[in-house]
């Protein structure tokens, strides 16, 4: 059980494709508003062929996670979301 507010790591795994990244990004801004000046950390594979987000949110509630959540994995850029 989690106990909110919290702060909420999240990982978001993608096809390295040209805007997506943007895309994704204001998809956790439009969530997450504290992060807009935070540095999200960027990965990308080996093969270039993902990248890969990190970062810590402060999520106030489990329905707020789950927005987030559904709003990231409706993209079908989206590999996976940790």
Do not use: W
């Not at 993902?50 to 707020?64: G, P, R």
Request: include cysteine.
């Amino acid at each position: 059980m989690i106990e909110f507010p919290c702060q909420f790591p999240i990982k978001i795994i993608f096809n390295n494709q040209p805007g997506v990244a943007d895309e994704l990004l204001a998809i956790i801004h439009r969530h997450h508003p504290e992060l807009i000046n935070t540095p999200i950390k960027q990965k990308l594979s080996q093969n270039q062929r993902y990248l890969s987000f990190t970062a810590e949110v402060m999520a106030q509630s489990q329905e707020q996670l789950d927005a987030l959540y559904r709003e990231l994995t409706k993209n079908p850029a989206v590999k996976m979301v940790l």
